[in-house]
């Protein structure tokens, strides 16, 4: 049971993006084929990977967070983000000691324009914002 000081700050234990893309080898493929067709498209894709894995801007951006940033697929995201969201994807969340809060949703993503550093200041802003400590 959260005190009511626990709600009144509650404070961020990892963040959660998710991917507009299916995780499975299928989806994988569907997105990359769509993606250089101009049929599919993912903000949050745009930022943390390039065009076969993980980009490095991002990995270093990741790494300076206080918190880890985990990430999914639409298919195989936590069920209680899924219920936060609405199943609204990309996404990304926190999940705090009271619960999952949407900090980012695709408009505030594709604002991004691609940058790992313009997604960790959308994140800080959207905490603060939202009243959100950080460990």
Do not use: K
């Not at 234990?13 to 893309?21: E, M, P, T, W």
């Not at 080898?25 to 390039?50: K, Q």
């Not at 949407?102 to 905490?127: K, Y």
Request: net charge negative; proline share 5%.
């Amino acid at each position: 049971m959260s005190t009511s000081n626990e709600q009144a700050n509650p404070t961020i234990r990892r963040l959660i993006g998710v991917y507009d893309a299916n995780g499975t080898l299928r989806g994988e493929l569907a997105y990359f084929v769509g993606a250089r067709l101009g049929r599919a498209h993912c903000s949050l894709c745009d930022i943390t990977h390039g065009l076969a894995r993980e980009r490095s801007d991002w990995q270093a951006c990741r790494a300076g967070l206080p918190v880890t940033f985990d990430t999914f697929h639409r298919d195989d995201q936590p069920e209680s983000v899924r219920s936060a969201t609405s199943s609204t994807v990309p996404v990304v969340v926190a999940e705090t000691n009271i619960g999952i809060v949407l900090l980012l949703g695709p408009d505030e993503l594709r604002a991004c324009a691609g940058s790992p550093e313009a997604l960790v200041h959308a994140i800080e802003s959207a905490a603060a914002a939202g009243g959100l400590n950080w460990p």
